[in-house]
């Protein structure tokens, strides 16, 4: 199947990937998988891993590395980008990664020294300082080992995973909902000293009735929105997060401790599929007061 923009599956901008695809044809770049160029070595290492773990999905996340062939035509060197990298993923979590695997080229001595790397968060190397790019990664000369480091760390995600990596857009989608509020309130009912003092010697003087433009205006927000306002203040809604599946969709409301799996959406809760709906049109990180936030294409926060 040819790679779309529909269809890529990368953090890479698309039409940079299709003019490095372009390139690496036209010169005949004999290493692919699908519609990527990569180095040959990463193409044996892929080829390895996907024999054990058959529905691993290549993803492009970083940048070419340039390789230097000799045109076959006009004998002149001509560079081209081919991929040392692949993001790892799996159909259900396509907007999610597991890790990544790739291979270190060096040049030692004059030849050419292979290394397959494989990175995972839950990789933790104590060679390495926990800030280091190295921490997460795990790597062999041998690539039959590493492919059993790739077989242990990037495993599928499950519920809980996907759920951990979203609970940041919970918190971002409710700060995001609660600050127009905060800061509404904070500015009309942010007087200067002056004008309170005023008001207060006006309040004694008479039965009340503001006198000051700053009161009447703090008075009359407070009777049009002031219950909205309060309640968006301090707005924590109950949360449930949902990921929708290619057969099915998992959700959880965050009280709870089992996941409920769906294989029809007329088993889904009708609050649930409502809200879904809503949030389905909405664009990826926008947070809708009562309704909920959407995450990615396939992972939500309905609000309750």
């Known amino acids: 199947m040819q790679t779309t923009k529909e269809n890529f599956i990368g953090q890479i901008d698309f039409d940079h ?29 892929y080829k390895a891993f996907k024999a054990k773990r058959y529905n691993i999905v290549p993803c492009v996340d970083s940048n070419t590395q340039t390789i230097w062939k000799r045109d076959g035509v006009s004998g002149e060197t001509i560079g081209v980008g081919v991929y040392h990298q692949l993001g790892i993923t799996f159909p259900d979590t396509v907007d999610f990664r597991s890790g990544s695997i790739f291979v270190d080229a060096a040049d ?40 059993k480091l790739a077989m242990k760390y990037l495993t599928p995600l499950d519920y809980d995973d996907i759920n951990d990596k979203c609970t940041g857009a919970l918190n971002t989608g409710i700060y995001h909902l609660r600050e127009p509020a905060q800061e509404k309130l904070h500015k009309k009912m942010s007087i200067e000293h002056s004008v309170i003092a005023q008001e207060v010697a006006h309040m004694i003087a008479a039965g009340y009735q ?50 409920t799996e769906c294989t029809s959406m007329d088993d889904v809760p009708e609050l649930v599929r409502n809200k879904l709906a809503v949030l389905q049109i909405a664009k990826n990180g926008d947070a809708i007061a009562d309704v909920g936030v959407r995450v990615s294409d396939i992972t939500y926060w309905i609000f309750a």
């Open 17 to 45: 990937f299709q003019r490095n695809v372009e390139k690496a044809r036209e010169i005949g770049w004999t290493h692919w998988i699908g519609d990527i160029p990569v180095h040959e070595e990463l193409l044996k290492f």
């Open 108 to 147: 030692v001595q004059g030849k050419n020294e292979i290394t397959y790397c494989v990175k995972s968060d839950d990789i933790e190397n104590d060679k390495y300082s926990a800030q280091s790019d190295g921490y997460h990664v795990r790597q062999s000369k041998d690539m039959a080992k590493t492919v």
């Open 210 to 259: 503001p006198s000051t433009e700053a009161f009447k205006n703090a008075l009359d927000m407070w009777a049009r929105e002031g219950a909205e306002l309060k309640r968006m203040q301090n707005y924590k809604p109950r949360a449930c997060f949902v990921w929708v599946k290619p057969n099915s969709l998992s959700y959880k409301f965050t009280e709870d401790k089992v996941v």
